[in-house]
Structures are given as C-alpha cells and as structure tokens.
C-alpha cells in the first residue's frame, strides 16, 4: 500500500504544508496536490506572485511537498486571492532546487493578490461519475499523473462511497454499480474514517494483486443530499427550467402577436370596403314598401327562384303606342258603355230566344238562320 502522506506532512483538508525553513502549502486546490502556492516566512503566510511563474518553479514546488511534479501552472489567482503579505515575485528556480526559498527571486514586488500563483502536480487526483444524466451518477473515474483511470472494486465499501458523493457535491451515496474495466490505469482506495476526499485515504495505483478479478466500481449519489454543494451540482436541471420558461415565454408572445396581427387587417380590411362604398345587403320588409303599391299587394319575394338561368338577354322591342292617351293600360280601349257585359266563361248557358210578335219560336236543334252555330264555332 502506499499513501499520499508520510510523517513529514501535515494536512488540513486541501492543504498540503512541509514543515521547516519555508514551509509551503497549497490552498483551493480539489487535491493536496492542487492550489494557490503559499509560503511561511516569519510566522506569517504570505503568497507568490504570478510574474515569471513557469513549470521550472512549480517543479520545485511539487518536488518540495511530495507530490511528484507539475503537470500545469495558473496564474491570475486561478485558486481564489489569497491573503498576507506577497513574499515571492519574479522567481527564478532553475528546476533542480529542494525548496522554493532556495531559488532567487526580486526583493521588491510590483503585485496584488490578484497575481497570485498556483499549481497542478503529477499526484493531484480528481475525480468524476461517467455515463450519468447529471454528474452524480455513473462509473468512478479518476484523473492521475495525467490519465484518467478506473477505481477497483475490492476494498470498495459505502463509507469509500460517502467520501466521494461528498467530495463530488451529490450529497450521499444511495446505492453501488459495477463495471467493466476500460482505461488503461486502475487506482484502489481504503478509507479509515470521514476524509475531505479519497486522496486522503490509502491509496495503490496499478497495481495487479489489489485489483484481481475485481470489477470497475460506480455509484449513484443523492443529489439532493441536503448539501449546499449539492444543489450546486445540478445546472442541467436549472438549466432545462429556464429554456422551458424561456420557451413559454416566447409561445405566449407568439399567440400575443398573431392576435393583434389578425385584428388589424380584419379592421384594415373593413376600412377598404367602407372606402369603397359598398354596403352591405339590406332587407326589405312589407314595412318598408313604397307607398305606390297598394297595402292590398304583397311585396314578398320569397316566391322568386332561388337562381336565375344564366343566357343572353332578351332583344328589347319598342312597345307600340297606346291609342287612347288617357289609358295606361296595354290592352285596346274597350267601351263597355255602348254593350252589356260579357261573362267570360267557356261554357256559357245561352238563353232561349224569345219569339218576335207575330211570329214564332226557333227550334234550336234546327240549321236554319242559327246564330248558335255561329257562337259555337266562335267559341272553338
């Protein structure tokens, strides 16, 4: 088994401090092995400034606290603005030095806190849950000495678990996986007791013995633990709230717009046709008949077809003048004052003739002088 501290550490959460002339430790890091270089001098922590930082210092550094070497620099206070006194600017190590107050650097500084130097050693270690919908979920995967690799399932147990959902911000561990082994590298943790992360737990990295016939581990985590980096640790779902707001939002705009669109030209459109002139169709009722037709006459056109037969229009022919200009009539001008009225009818029931004095009646069924043949034949 190996483990990240010896003796000639002293840890306090994520910061790694080797005790002596210049101490130094790392601060906000995710690891021992990550964070804002700071130094001890008189008592007092003090930070490095930014200017000249380059991975010949960080070597030194990561040499210095037992954590292999560097793998990147930050500057620009990358792990959060320190406090104290700016004890290091324009640092010069060489990359051979066995501490950090060894390399030369400028007596006076030109800095602020917000120039402040971290680093990233070879043995930080990172960790992540692959294949989940939200980060707190999946196969447990760790980042080391520049690789991702997986975790051994042996020595896997819920207190190694609640170490990680922690670390991770996904609250406690609900329930344990299984996986097949698919990086090339294989890391086997074995914690004692509650540590801030697994990097403070025993460690052994590829090593064969340890992880025979073992499985990669995973773990579904309780993102809502109740921790206030747990509710951190969900932006997809805050994220996918807020487009659906934004999408409603945008649909009740939408509805809005064609509305007030549709409204317009409706009111457009009956502006065009009142400034043309058109009206629209008016009934006419037996109330509202002229006053030359008489009350008698029914002004009722519902008995007119409902569609006319569409063909060329008739000639117009001039009516021929009337012969009695005090008639308005159609017809000839009939004088019923010189004849007795003659009831039209088809049959007609003559009377019998009277016989003229001295002489005698007609025999009607006779040929003689008969003006009923005469009717008769007039009739048909």
Not at 21 to 44: I, N
Not at 88 to 95: I, K, N, Q, S, T
Not at 102 to 107: I, L, N, S, T, V
Request: aromatic fraction near 6%; charged fraction near 20%; proline fraction near 8%.
């Amino acid at each position: 088994m190996a483990s990240p501290s010896t003796p000639a550490h002293n840890r306090t959460g994520n910061v790694s401090a080797v005790p002596g002339p210049g101490t130094l430790r790392l601060v906000g890091g995710r690891s021992r092995c990550e964070g804002r270089v700071e130094m001890e001098q008189a008592g007092a922590w003090g930070t490095v400034c930014d200017d000249a930082w380059d991975l010949a210092d960080a070597d030194v550094v990561c040499r210095q606290l037992r954590c292999g070497r560097a793998v990147r620099i930050h500057g620009a206070a990358a792990f959060g603005r320190g406090s104290g006194p700016i004890l290091r600017d324009e640092v010069g190590c060489e990359g051979h030095e066995e501490r950090l107050s060894d390399c030369p650097a400028a007596p006076e500084h030109d800095c602020s806190h917000k120039e402040d130097a971290g680093v990233v050693c070879s043995e930080h270690q990172e960790w992540r849950l692959s294949g989940g919908r939200d980060g707190c979920a999946g196969r447990v995967e760790v980042f080391f000495r520049g690789t991702w690799s997986t975790v051994c399932d042996s020595t896997w147990y819920k207190l190694e678990a609640s170490v990680l959902c922690r670390t991770l911000g996904c609250g406690e561990p609900l329930r344990q996986l299984s996986f097949g082994h698919t990086l090339p590298g294989r890391m086997l943790y074995q914690c004692e007791s509650q540590q801030p992360s697994l990097a403070h737990c025993r460690w052994t990295y590829n090593k064969s013995a340890p992880c025979h016939q073992s499985q990669a581990v995973g773990v579904v985590c309780n993102a809502d633990g109740g921790s206030l980096a747990a509710g951190v640790q969900s932006p997809l779902h805050v994220f996918l709230f807020v487009l659906c707001l934004v999408l409603a939002a945008l649909l009740l705009l939408t509805v809005l717009a064609f509305t007030a669109a549709l409204l317009r030209v409706r009111k457009m459109s009956a502006h065009a046709v009142s400034s043309l002139g058109l009206a629209a169709p008016v009934l006419v009722t037996h109330s509202a008949q002229s006053p030359d037709v008489p009350t008698g006459i029914s002004n009722d056109y519902r008995d007119m077809p409902p569609s006319l037969p569409k063909g060329p229009d008739p000639p117009v022919t001039a009516r021929p003048p009337a012969k009695d200009s005090d008639s308005d009539s159609d017809y000839e001008h009939y004088d019923f004052s010189s004849k007795p009225p003659v009831a039209l009818s088809t049959f007609y029931s003559w009377p019998a003739p009277s016989c003229p004095p001295g002489g005698h009646a007609q025999d009607p069924t006779s040929s003689e002088g008969s003006d009923y043949d005469d009717i008769q034949g007039s009739a048909y």
